[in-house]
């Protein structure tokens, strides 16, 4: 069973387009997180969500926008996409309460605009 | 705001050599985990091991074991024995509070740059 996963695994687009990833967990863990990974491979949190707040981070384009429909579910919505949205985006989950434990990665998604 | 530095954008290492990543944080609070990740060049995002902030003991998983140093605030990864499947990304990251600018708060991790470790055979 996959513990965190995303779809769709690639995803082409043209700029302008409004696009949408997927997320999902089945560990019960009550955060869940958005990171994007650039082309040098760093890798920055985007929103933190809790199932009661979401945390942005504030060099995040409005564009870009979580949607939690329950608790095991946090995708991303992307509008007017732009060149410089092109990257990896990456789901994760943890169990706020533990912060000894590791957080969860889904697989990615590589997002390019054209 | 706290603040992750892997100095070692990339490593060459021989197979069956011991291999140390070097990471430094930086950080106000008191109570808080450093974890390292491994990313192959597949993508995915696998938990090596962790340390918390109050741990006295270094943590070892396996061929895995950090390298905690409080005072000098260091948790540097030590692989040890190292194998061709070990070639990969490696990023050392610290969990603790991620504030916005209204004040409210959660829980996240901060990442380094990351160290390309190569293993030759």
């Known amino acids: 069973d996959t513990a965190v996963s995303q779809t769709p695994k690639y995803l082409v687009t043209q700029m302008g387009n409004d696009k949408s990833i997927k997320c999902e967990q089945n560990?019960?863990?009550?955060?869940m997180y958005w990171y994007k990974q650039d082309s040098k491979k760093f890798l920055k949190i985007m929103f933190s969500y809790n199932n009661k707040e979401l945390i942005i981070n504030e060099t995040v384009p409005n564009r870009f926008s979580p949607k939690s429909p329950d608790k095991a579910h946090l995708n991303l919505h992307i509008n007017s996409l732009e060149l410089g949205d092109s990257a990896v985006y990456f789901c994760?989950?943890?169990?706020?309460?533990?912060?000894?434990?590791?957080?969860?990665f889904g697989q990615g998604t590589r997002l390019t605009v054209v | 705001a706290q603040k992750i530095t892997q100095t070692q954008p990339g490593m060459f290492v021989q197979e069956k050599e011991a291999v140390t990543l070097d990471c430094t944080y930086d950080?106000?609070?008191?109570?808080?985990?450093l974890f390292w990740y491994k990313q192959p060049s597949s993508g995915e995002m696998i938990f090596l091991i962790y340390q918390g902030s109050y741990d006295e003991q270094n943590a070892t998983e396996g061929r895995y074991s950090l390298n905690f140093q409080k005072a000098r605030k260091s948790a540097n990864l030590v692989i040890s024995a190292s194998q061709l499947g070990d070639s990969a990304m490696y990023f050392c990251a610290m969990r603790g509070p991620v504030y916005s600018s209204s004040g409210g708060g959660a829980d996240g991790l901060t990442f380094g740059k990351g160290t390309h470790l190569i293993i030759q055979p």
């Open positions: 994760a989950s943890s169990d706020f309460g533990r912060p000894n434990t590791e957080a969860f």
């Open positions: 560990l019960g863990h009550d955060t």
């Open positions: 950080t106000s609070d008191q109570s808080y985990g």
